[in-house]
């Protein structure tokens, strides 16, 4: 749709975190015009650019998947093509047993298809490598609907597979418990794929091959300076095409027009968006890209049951310590991207990633440093997240030299705690978005988008925002021709 014959309608976004502004862009491109509201200082959500020790680094997510082609799209579109960046290694590790041990290839998120490297890794016993090479001769997996992820996985493969595999990768993803992780949206490609092979261990080997024969790039990409720097122009792009970005500015209410029914002669919606300052702005749709919370508060009076179900979304805190070390004293880390650590082994921290091996444009920013970081904090798991920076430093130090035997003292740390950082996807969560979305469409011009619906990942971020925008274009370019058509028999 071009902004020639496009709607001319005012949208107003609610959320300054990538999906808003995804959503923003996707509209400004569409014709219409756009307000964006973000309730705190700074765009960018989940995503944010920041520095240690004089050097750019990701203070959030700081790779995105590109195997999908939403994000990687949308980097382009914004003028970043050229700065997108695979991880310069793409191996990891498992911190599990004692050690060390590589992460075995020819998996889907943890369920193996293969069991050599598996076995080649030392994750798994020689008991759990049997009880798994079993499960082509279970009762055929019907999966006729949504189950925990981990009790499934327990149930056919043994528990070591869940909990040294699938519970630290999915705790990466979503900082959550994968007992009540729901299949069907963590890893829908799995779900749907077991269902065909009847056989979790086929369905993840046929996956794995069909990834395998597709040989479609690497998995991931990042930016050079940062994913941070993503939502930074995303906002230089939303305001060259005129868009208005306004930052500290919380919503306190939404409120259809004061016509009946929230409707013009012409059927079109109208929002009044009230912000906590007490400026009323009048808008033709309404995209509400805020987390659940704020979206259910927002939602509590012209729709309670989408805004009761939103407040059902539960939501991980985590901590992410940053740590820049002179790079001679980090020599002896080990190779890889970093490594990922099981629950189960009593640890505190549930990852750690070797920025400076994974991200070339660190070590070019900065030759003499090395930057690592840990991640601290799961789903009810949250008590170390009382402790103050120092602590989490400290503790963060004391697993990594024991991991690693690194022993160094960092020259520049920072912790930033992502408080309700992200949404968790229990069994039945798809069931919940269709019956939220539902309710959502009742109201005219109004959508809702974000990381608490379809993915947490920005690719799904970024998917969810487009369909928001393009359906609210399309609207508003339905109710403009009704609009032209009164006009006309007039
Ligand atoms: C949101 C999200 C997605 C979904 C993306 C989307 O759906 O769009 C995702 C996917 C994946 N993550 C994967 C692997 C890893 N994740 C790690 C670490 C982390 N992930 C996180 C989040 C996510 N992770 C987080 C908050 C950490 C903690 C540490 C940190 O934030 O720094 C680490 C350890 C550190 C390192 O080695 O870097 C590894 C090895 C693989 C498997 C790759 C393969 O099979 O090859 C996949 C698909």
Redesign the pocket.
């Known amino acids: 749709m071009s902004a020639a014959n496009g709607p001319t309608g005012h949208v107003v976004v609610v959320g300054g975190g990538i999906s808003g502004l995804a959503a923003a862009h996707r509209l400004l491109a569409g014709g219409a015009r756009v307000t964006v509201l973000e309730a705190s200082a700074r765009v960018g959500g989940k995503l944010y650019a920041g520095e240690l020790a004089g050097v750019p680094v990701d203070l959030g997510a700081?790779s995105?998947?590109a195997r999908r082609p939403e994000a990687v799209d949308l980097a382009r579109a914004v003028g970043l093509g050229d700065r997108l960046r695979p991880p310069a290694t793409?191996t990891?590790a498992l911190w599990t047993r004692g050690g060390l041990r590589p992460?075995p290839k020819g998996h889907v998120?943890g369920v193996p298809g293969d069991l050599a490297p598996l076995a080649a890794s030392g994750v798994i016993s020689e008991e759990g490598l049997a009880r798994i090479a079993e499960e082509p001769r279970l009762p055929r997996a019907e999966l006729t609907e949504d189950v925990a992820l981990g009790g499934f996985v327990a149930e056919r493969l043994g528990r070591e597979v869940v909990d040294r595999l699938v519970e630290p990768?999915l705790g990466?993803?979503y900082a959550g418990d994968v007992y009540r992780t729901s299949m069907r949206a963590a890893v829908p490609t799995l779900f749907d794929a077991t269902r065909a092979h009847g056989s979790l261990t086929e369905g993840a080997r046929a996956l794995a091959a069909r990834s395998a024969a597709a040989q479609a790039g690497p998995?991931f990409t990042g930016i050079d300076g940062g994913i941070g720097r993503l939502p930074l122009a995303v906002a230089d792009a939303v305001r060259a095409a005129g868009g208005e970005i306004r930052t500290g500015e919380p919503v306190r209410l939404l409120r259809p027009a004061a016509t009946p029914g929230g409707s013009r002669a012409d059927g079109a919606a109208r929002w009044t968006v009230v912000t906590e300052r007490g400026e009323a702005l009048e808008a033709d749709a309404v995209v509400l890209a805020a987390p659940a919370p704020v979206a259910a508060r927002l939602l509590a009076a012209d729709s309670p049951a989408a805004s009761a179900e939103l407040a059902t979304v539960a939501y991980a805190s985590m901590a992410?310590i940053t740590m820049a070390f002179r790079r001679a004293d980090a020599a002896g880390l080990p190779q890889g991207?970093?490594?990922?650590v099981p629950p189960v082994d009593g640890h505190t921290i549930k990852?750690a990633?070797f920025s400076s091996r994974?991200w070339g444009w660190l070590g070019e920013a900065d030759p003499e440093l090395f930057v690592l970081?840990t991640?601290i904090g799961r789903f009810e798991d949250e008590a170390d997240l009382s402790r103050d920076d120092d602590d989490l430093v400290g503790i963060s130090l004391a697993d990594l030299g024991r991991a690693t035997g690194l022993a160094a003292r960092p020259v520049a740390t920072r912790v930033d705690r992502w408080q309700g950082g992200l949404p968790q996807y229990p069994v039945g969560h798809l069931d919940r978005v269709t019956r939220i979305r539902a309710e959502v469409a009742k109201l005219p011009g109004l959508r809702v988008c974000g990381a608490a619906y379809d993915?947490?990942?920005?690719?799904?971020c970024v998917a969810s925002a487009r369909t928001a925008a393009d359906e609210l274009l399309e609207s508003m370019a339905a109710t403009l021709a009704r609009g032209a058509g009164h006009r006309e028999r007039e």
């Open positions: 700081e995105m998947l793409a990891a992460m998120m990768l990466g993803v998995v992410l991207s970093g490594f990922l990852a990633t994974k970081r991640s993915g947490v990942g920005i690719p799904a």
